[in-house]
């Protein structure tokens, strides 16, 4: 007389789900770190378009452009971005300039793409990139 075997999982099936879970794993969360980077470079840019559009109004409203940005700016009240917000004026008889720089902190310190650079004339850039980064990939992205 022969004996059913017994319910449940061998061994081996065991080890087989958690190699594919390995590496699953080992292919998902390096590829969601990144997504996550994205994000806070796309907030970053969105922080920086914010606070041009802000000096824009300003310069249309008073003639010149303002020395520093408001304390109400979303982006200069919020310590729990991934961007400091930094501005720096130029100001002289006919060269109002401006330079809005988000500079990574936190868990941005390694991205690859660097510090964004906004000025007054709309040119785009990016500072301290990673190995063969560009800037124009980080500002379309």
Same mark, same amino acid.
Not at 2 to 9: A, L, N, T, V
Not at 108 to 136: P, S, Y
């Given at each position: ?11 081996? !099936?065991?080890? +087989?789900? @958690? ?9 998902? @969360? ?5 997504? +996550?980077?994205?994000? *806070?470079?796309?907030?970053? /840019?969105? &922080?920086?378009l914010q606070a041009q559009q802000w000096l824009e109004r300003a310069a249309t409203a008073n003639g010149v452009y303002p020395t520093k940005l408001p304390v109400d700016l979303t982006w200069t009240r919020d310590s729990s971005k991934r961007y400091t917000i930094d501005f720096l004026a130029?100001?002289? *008889? ?6 809005? +720089?988000? %500079? /990574?902190? &936190? ?11 906004? %000025? *007054? %004339?709309? !040119? ?11 800037? +124009? !990939?980080?500002? &379309? /992205?």
């Open positions: 007389m022969r004996h059913p075997p017994p319910p449940g999982f061998t061994l081996i !099936e065991l080890m +087989i789900v @958690v190699a594919v879970i390995v590496i699953l794993g080992t292919v998902a @969360v390096p590829s969601y770190n990144e997504y +996550i980077r994205g994000v *806070h470079r796309a907030d970053a /840019r969105a &922080g920086l130029t100001s002289g *008889h006919d060269d109002d300039t401006y330079t809005l +720089i988000a %500079t /990574r902190r &936190g868990s941005q310190l390694n991205d690859r793409c660097g510090d964004f650079t906004l %000025t *007054h %004339t709309g !040119e785009r850039d990016a500072r301290n990139l990673g190995a063969n980064t560009k800037a +124009i !990939e980080c500002w &379309g /992205r």
